[in-house]
């Protein structure tokens, strides 16, 4: 499992910075300019704030895991910690996509919808990945 887990981290790591290509097209494929254009200054302010937070948010997630890669294989209780918090995060995001937003909610054509198999996969992984080595260092130390 210590291999499996080597090699995840550092995929799971790689795959946050894979994520912000993705999360920097979406200002200009979604026409933020004109759809926030009209919402009045605080609101669009609030969404731009709330985009930044994520995209650091992500940034942090992709270096913690990579700097701490380690840490997170050898089961560092602050590791786990974090471990935890990034599963809980794209379980949660996993969550939201299925049971907030709706098929028609996409914009149409096929690119948005291999984007979104692409994004929801990449997700997938991420939750996965933390979530797999949280419970393989509780059944260890368990063990």
């Not at 609101?43 to 270096?63: D, E, Q």
Request: proline fraction near 3%.
């Amino acid at each position: 499992m210590t291999a499996v887990f080597d090699l995840a981290l550092w995929l799971a790591g790689l795959g946050h910075f894979c994520l912000l290509g993705a999360s920097f097209q979406v200002p200009g494929r979604l026409n933020w300019k004109q759809d926030l254009a009209k919402l009045q200054p605080f609101n669009r302010k609030l969404m731009w704030t709330y985009g930044a937070f994520t995209v650091l948010t992500i940034v942090a997630f992709g270096v913690l895991t990579l700097t701490l890669h380690d840490e997170f294989l050898h089961g560092d209780p602050a590791a786990m910690g974090l471990a935890a918090f990034i599963a809980v995060y794209w379980i949660a995001r996993i969550v939201v996509d299925a049971l907030y937003f709706k098929h028609a909610d996409w914009p149409a054509g096929r690119s948005f919808v291999a984007g979104h198999l692409m994004l929801t996969g990449l997700f997938i992984a991420l939750a996965s990945t933390y979530a797999g080595l949280v419970a393989w260092r509780l059944l260890v130390r368990g063990a």
